[in-house]
């Protein structure tokens, strides 16, 4: 290999012959090795702009390492009396089921590029539980989840799913929250 000076100031041509073949695939497979392994992603969504941005902070990553995102949204029924007390819990559960898995879908289209593979899947049940569960069959390598930043009172009653998830996944957590500066690239 030679180097030689360019037309313009600053630059350098570097000349090369057959033999640096192996010179240039060291470089360049260097170059593209990340020190993590990230091939599946674990991104719950309850539909909310927060959850939508942890979605767009997980799409890079997913597409830097051709990892795969599960979108997740874990529904409540929120069970209550019907008309005469009784409660339809199949009727409540299959409706909140059907009603996530549209809104999935949804999000799916309208978010996620062509070259990032996903699926969808909706679960029953406490979130955060629901979240670590799901974390630990796939396995996932990594949740981005956000966090609305709840404090007081309303933290304290409503508690927070993103600080759960911290405390009891299997795997790294990215947590986003809604008001934060943004540190992705246009």
Sequence with gaps: MKAKPAQHPGEVTFELNYKDDS?????????????????????????????????????????????????????????????Y?????????????????????????????????????VKIGAAWEEIVEVATMLPADLIVISTHGRTGLKHVFIGSVAEHVVQRAPCPVFVVREQERDILAA
């Design 85 to 121: 007390g009784g409660v339809d819990y199949a009727y409540l559960e299959r409706s909140a089921t059907d009603e996530a898995e549209a809104g999935l879908a949804k999000v799916a289209q309208e978010q996620i590029p062509e070259d990032v593979s996903a699926v969808t899947l």
């Design 23 to 83: 010179l240039l695939a060291a470089a360049s497979s260097a170059a593209a090795k990340s020190p993590f392994n990230i091939k599946h992603i674990l991104v719950p969504i309850d539909f909310s702009d927060c959850s939508r941005k942890a979605l767009d902070y997980a799409l890079p990553l997913a597409r830097e390492h051709k990892a795969v995102i599960t979108l997740l949204h874990v529904a409540n029924p929120g069970y209550s009396g019907g008309v």
